[in-house]
């Protein structure tokens, strides 16, 4: 009687318990999965467009020196091409699945003089992240959103100092 009753410790009345639970559980857990995984990935499109800010300014710092004065070695079209090179590595995506494509809408190259010297500016702004696997969870946190467009616009700043003296041409 012992050994019987260690082999089947649950009653007649708690048995299908463990199905309900689970059931009851299970699309809680498949939901709370499905939200890791995508603002895992919101994150990690967060984290890509703000290096590739930070690499268009690394290369818009640098410096030449022409003999006569030290100018910057790139303009703003080959800022851009660098931050657009960095987004093509990535596989960065718009919002109707087409590569990302860096424009004077969301892409600005600007620079300042300082009393410490040239501060250059390199940003990316409106650059949409669509979640895949909870496409209308966006809604959940407000804002203000067009009927249909469920996508996050992310933006990044870098602001660096420049090597340079004189500002670069257009």
């Known amino acids: 009687m012992f050994l019987t009753r260690l082999s089947n410790p649950k009653s007649r009345r708690e048995k299908g318990n463990i199905t309900i639970e689970m059931a009851l559980v299970m699309p809680l857990f498949l939901f709370l999965m499905a939200g890791i995984i995508d603002l895992g990935l919101l994150f990690w499109e967060k984290h890509v467009i703000t290096n ?87 809604t959940f946190f407000g804002g203000t959103r067009t009927p249909g467009d469920e996508a996050f616009y992310l933006t990044a700043q870098t602001s660096m100092a420049a090597e340079w003296n004189n500002p670069p041409s257009p």
């Open 52 to 138: 590739a800010t930070r690499e268009g300014a690394r290369a818009a710092a640098k410096a030449k020196d022409t003999g006569t004065a030290v100018v910057a070695q790139l303009t703003k079209t080959q800022v851009r091409q660098v931050v657009q090179d960095y987004v093509n590595q990535f596989n960065l995506k718009a919002l109707d699945g087409s590569p990302l494509v860096l424009s004077d809408a969301n892409f600005s190259y600007s620079w300042e003089t300082t009393p410490s010297g040239q501060v250059l500016h390199v940003s990316l702004t409106q650059i949409p992240y669509k979640m895949m696997l909870l496409p209308n969870f966006s």
